[in-house]
């Protein structure tokens, strides 16, 4: 069986080490794991399918001879570094916003597009977490009655932030528990018993950046270019799985039933929805878990052909690293992925 | 000045307390205070206006010779004795969801529809928390550009619970500081680090009796019979202030300036909006204020007519004993209370 020679940027990050963990979990084939990051971390080393492997710097030449990357450092990282690499045949599967609307580069979420793959130019983009969350019950849904419109309001963990968002929540709670002050760096407001309504960069229209990704990246990934979403991005005290509450209008009349039998074909999400015995997705169940998980679902009392329903997803897994393996699965699956 | 003699129901609760302290911060009249509650409490003291008073078991007698009483016990309480107080000639406003739908019984927002509380046979009912919440910005908005249908995902403290959530959620994270095991008794789930979308009991078509109340509440108490609008209620890990985020289209253009303004007019909101300097609304601010707070307010991206916006307010202020208390002054300047 072929095996590959596999980048990591952002290694360090809270991400990268999903990648790692996910990697061995799902045996994708590695013969070399070239573990990059910035400068400061040169020299660390990562313990990888029971080998020690020494974390570089991230230049353009650290991609020399690698058949893909996985690139989860941040925007700037991506733009500065990618190209580089495609340059010298190393095919990239980002996980930031750098390229997700450039025309010339597929967006995918392998049960939805994976067709879109074999149009790549080197860089494959993987998609915003909490679009590709609402994805996994907004897209079987789709598919049973026509989606025409979305709300979206989401319950975002703190693991989209990064690391240094986790460790702030537990250190706020952990000072909050000795009776001690609470300081915050991350965010600009403490975030242990608080909700902050505020995910990413202000707009001039008053979105914020990420509200606009759902916006965007839903109409490209499910190529509906005039699908139309207002999302409201909100940061919540839970440390690793989003949670998000939609309502959505179709073109055909809605049935709930049919609603979970598509949600329950569909491979990246699990019914989750017995109220009666209190069974519905929460964040601390989605954690660590493939599939997301879809509940709550009922007509909706505002649209005619509408449904409301609520989705959980980790957004570490779905929101970033699984997905980001996914597609390097598919990619081999289609034989896309060179090998040096 | 006349003053009044004042029951209160279900004193030991979380809302009691507020009551108690907000007559004293409102300079409310008050000549005798007479704290009700299960016999269990009964001999036990309160501190109100620099004296000590007993609390009595609450028994279809104690409301002999009372102007009014406010009701925090429930709504099995509510149905059992607030016809017992009315007999006795004591006005009764109800916390409780009891009497709310009854169409003999004035739902009372004071900002919003106090000309209602003329009609009382007897009762008033306090709205449901979250609505009373969401009307500080839906009602002003529906006066500038006529509220059609609407979307709320809410964002619920654990006050909403009463007490005994508020310390599930304290010990959880103590416990989780300390190394132990989290266990739950109010919630059916771990509340801290996590989200529940489930508050109240749960309906046969799959909604909760809480996401119903903002649906038929909102409609009796803004007058507008076939408003639409769809409600999804989530519990969070905050103490005590009620988030709501909602989409709401409107029959007339709309201007996000003039949204504003409608909404710093109104008495019982102000603007909290200036994403550029990260001033949005969030519960830890909201905490103990007697306006809601509304920002986040932008142009809907999937209605022609429609608004974005976001809402915070104290839930056991604006969503209970605040209201209750307004209800009181309201009734005693239209000299609608009676004075044994």
Redesign the interface.
Known sequence: MSAYKVGIVGITGAVGQEILELLTARNFPVSELRPLASARSAGKKVEFDEKTWTIREATPDSFEGLDFAIFSAGGSISKLLAPEAVKRGCVVIDNSSAFRMDPNVPLVVPEINSHTLREHKGIVANPNCSTAIALMALYPLHKAFGLK???A?T?QAVSGTGAAAMAELKNQ??A???GKPIEHHVY???IA??????VDL?LP????KEEMKM?NEGRKIMELPDL???C?C?R????RAH?I?I?AEFERPVD?KVARRAISEFPGAEVCDD??N?I?????DFQRKVKCGV?????????DN?L?F?VCGDQLWKGAALNAIQIAEEMRNQDLLPQH
Chains 1, 2 share one sequence.
Do not use: E
Request: charged letters at 15%.
């Open positions: 419109r979305f709300f309001s319950y709670v952990a909050w528990a000795a600009p407001y403490q018993f608080n909700v902050l309504p505020h202000f229209d008053g979105y914020t916006y139309k979403c207002t409201t909100v919540v005290p839970v440390f949670s509450s309502d709930v109220p009666a209190k519905y997705p929460m964040p601390l509940g709550r679902i009922r007509k909706n009392t505002a649209f509408g409301a609520w």
